[in-house]
């Protein structure tokens, strides 16, 4: 078939929109950070140690180009990776440790009442009157802890494939226990309470912060089944951690 001018040049142009999208497309998926987790379209016990090594880089990755601007939350995020930050672990204990790569914050641009806080299992579901002004949700990557690695929705797909023991429909599949057996070596893994899904995080973790004007509130995880509220409470000026949780929860 024979073209004239104008036609080349529209399937030219059409050629070049294609390739501009598939472009874009695989360009937003590297730049989403994890492309290395294309190299695994199934985990398994042989690529195992180099999916660690590439999970490691790009935690590392994303570590260094973090940067948190609010120096209270920076302190909050420093204080619970102590705990993570000895060097050393002990012979039964994996190699690394996981915690999620973004953690939500609710900042409130007022003053709550600590006492109906406290009522409220550290802090109030529902605030009366507030404007829209006063309530932003927005994200922040914690500092990485030694030897750490940043969990993602993604990389807990992959790991939970491999694992076993999902939900599908009304039915839990079985659990591969030497997958598990492998995982352990390197990360903690826990079965979640309700079944069907796993933790690959290490304890505590912090799940979402309530930050107003007065208080902040840190809920964290404590274990696979247990959890905590932590209360940092301005004082003269100053936000000051209290030494016990305010509350705490069994699942």
């Known amino acids: 078939m024979k073209l004239n001018d104008k036609t080349g040049i529209q399937i030219s142009m059409n050629m070049r929109n294609r390739v501009l ?20 379209p199934k985990l398994t016990k042989k690529n195992l140690n180099e999916f660690f090594l590439d999970w490691k880089a ?13 120096s ?18 002990p012979t039964n204990e994996p190699k690394y440790n996981v915690i999620p790569q973004t953690i939500e914050i609710e900042r409130y641009y007022l003053d709550v009442d600590t006492v109906i806080a406290k009522l409220c299992l550290g802090f109030p579901e529902f605030i009366e009157d507030l404007k829209d002004e006063q309530y932003v ?9 030694w030897r750490g690695l940043y969990l993602t929705s ?8 491999f694992a076993g023991g999902l939900k599908n429909g009304d039915k839990i599949g079985k659990i591969h226990k030497k997958n598990i057996k492998a995982l352990k070596k390197y990360i903690p ?6 079944g069907g ?13 309530r930050y107003a004007d007065n208080l902040i509130a840190v809920m964290r995880r404590t274990s696979w089944w247990t959890g905590d509220v932590i209360w940092y409470v301005k004082e003269n000026g100053k936000f000051i951690r209290r030494p016990e949780p305010i509350t705490t929860w069994v699942e």
């Open 137 to 145: 949700v927005d994200s922040v990557t914690p500092v990485l802890p």
């Open 58 to 70: 790009y935690s590392d990755t994303i570590d260094s180009n973090n940067v948190i601007t609010d």
């Open 189 to 194: 893994v826990d079965y979640g309470h309700w």
């Open 21 to 40: 999208t598939i472009l874009f497309a695989m360009s937003a998926f590297v730049c989403s950070g994890q492309a290395f987790l294309a190299k695994y």
């Open 72 to 89: 209270v939350i920076a302190d909050i995020f420093m204080w619970n990776n102590i705990v993570f930050g000895l060097e050393g672990h």
């Open 154 to 161: 993604d990389i807990n797909k992959k790991l939970s494939s």
């Open 197 to 209: 899904y796993w933790w690959f995080t290490s304890f505590p973790i912090i799940t979402n912060i």
